[in-house]
């Protein structure tokens, strides 16, 4: 098997794992392990994973120019990024959460717009403008069923929408550091600089879960939040860029919602209806407006 396969595959892989996440992670939640105590586990165990690894991996010196802006990657990264998703998945449902997290490309484009002043087409205005109206759409209407644990759907989805302007921003400030350094010694440190950010807001949470008396149904799912969907999408990612160009990368951020939609429906934690369909169009259609690379785009 050729690199650019073991490439695609491992880019599928981190997709896939992305797009279980929002119904999996849904599950333990608030019964078992509630959504901030979640975000405690999520960091910590991250943590220790990156540091672990990064005791085998060449050793780096972060320049201290770099530390406020590594300190405000992982604020939004790390802290603002997760806790409003977990809590919004808690409170929606995953079909929405995996739709909103969608337009995190368009994000991207507008935080460049604003800060690196990159120019916007047509075509890339009216990206912005279908998937945001995708996104208002679920916010407004996407409470047309009744859905099992789905307390505030509103609420809940706009929280992801603010998930999804954190992580954009979070890209858009950590893309230089990524030239500096390599994914492990970002990783460990962020996540490490996360455990402090978050733990006032998260060891109330944490401390209630019984953690003797767990299922291993919420174990398993647990520890896929912490090893599969926080560090291997991470290494296969990182895998994958050295063979496939980033285009191609960010190509799969049209399959995380049909997984989500797919693995949802299926296990019958979330129902397809009209509403969701329409707004998952609209992201569909908006991202693709901006992504697309018009003629004068492509030369340079």
Not at 4 to 29: C, D, E, P, Q, S
Request: hydrophobic letters at 55%; charged letters at 10%; proline letters at 4%.
């Amino acid at each position: 098997m050729n690199s650019r396969v073991l490439a695609l595959l491992a880019a599928f892989g981190a997709t896939t794992i992305y797009g279980m996440n929002h119904t999996i992670a849904k599950v333990v939640m608030p019964h078992y392990i509630a959504p901030f105590g979640f975000i405690m586990l999520r960091v910590i165990g991250a943590s220790i994973l990156f540091w672990t690894v990064s005791i085998f991996s060449p050793k780096e010196t972060i320049e201290r120019r770099d530390y406020l802006r590594i300190a405000a990657a992982a604020f939004l990264g790390m802290c603002i990024n997760m806790l409003m998703f977990f809590k919004g998945l808690q409170l929606s449902t995953p079909i929405n959460s995996g739709v909103i997290v969608t337009l995190t490309p368009i994000i991207i484009l507008i935080l460049s717009a604003f800060f690196l002043k990159e120019r916007l087409t047509l075509f890339k205005f009216l990206g912005i403008l279908l998937g945001f109206t995708g996104a208002l759409l679920l916010i407004l209407y996407g409470n047309t069923t009744q859905v099992l644990n789905a307390p505030n759907i509103p609420l809940g989805n706009t929280m992801l929408l603010v998930n999804s302007i954190s992580f954009g921003a979070y890209l858009v400030i950590v893309k230089p550091l990524t030239k500096k350094y390599s994914t492990i010694t970002l990783m460990k440190w962020m996540f490490l600089i996360g455990v402090f950010y978050t733990f006032p807001v998260t060891y109330s949470e944490f401390s209630q879960v019984a953690w003797t008396s767990l299922p291993f149904e919420a174990i398993w799912r647990m520890a896929f939040v912490v090893v599969g969907t926080t560090f291997l999408t991470y290494m296969f990612n990182v895998y994958a860029l050295k063979t496939l160009p980033a285009t191609t990368i960010g190509a799969f951020t049209y399959l995380q919602p049909l997984i989500t939609i797919v693995y949802a429906v299926l296990t019958g934690n979330d129902i397809l209806d009209g509403v969701k369909i329409l707004a998952c169009l609209l992201v569909f259609v908006g991202v693709y407006l901006v992504s697309k690379k018009g003629k004068a785009e492509k030369v340079a």
